[in-house]
């Protein structure tokens, strides 16, 4: 499966962006998809994910309550809904896709999408 990241930008503290993953080449809909981050000078760290149905997600502490994730399977894709953006959120965020459950671990990812830079501005 291929995955496409896009809806980055530079945005002020306090505001919103939504992020989306389009997945093309086999069947999307039957992959979890996480979303990873990775700051200036940091590793990537784990950020959501959903699993293929959108019955069951999970969230890192530092965004629970700001960010929301969701799926389309009818348009092969994944968003991120990112609110309440702070500047420590400033990151290069990736999409990643797995057959199976939900994983917290990029490890557990064999595939990735380029990432879309976010830049949130005190």
């Known amino acids: 499966v291929q995955l496409q990241a896009c809806g980055g930008g530079l945005v002020q503290a306090g505001g919103s962006l939504r992020l989306s993953c389009a997945g093309s080449g086999r069947t999307f809909s039957n992959y979890a998809v996480g979303w990873f981050r990775q700051a200036p000078g940091k590793e990537r760290a784990f950020v959501s994910a959903?699993?293929?149905?959108?019955?069951?997600?999970g969230y890192a502490d530092s965004v629970k309550g700001r960010f929301t994730i969701s799926r389309d399977n009818a348009k092969n894709t994944v968003y991120l809904q990112m609110n309440s953006l702070k500047p420590e959120d400033t990151a290069v965020y990736y999409c990643?896709?797995?057959?199976?459950?939900?994983?917290?671990?990029?490890?557990?990812?064999?595939?990735w999408g380029q990432g879309t830079l976010v830049t949130v501005s005190s």
């Open positions: 990643a896709a797995r057959v199976g459950g939900v994983s917290y671990s990029e490890g557990g990812y064999p595939y």
């Open positions: 959903i699993r293929w149905s959108g019955s069951s997600t």
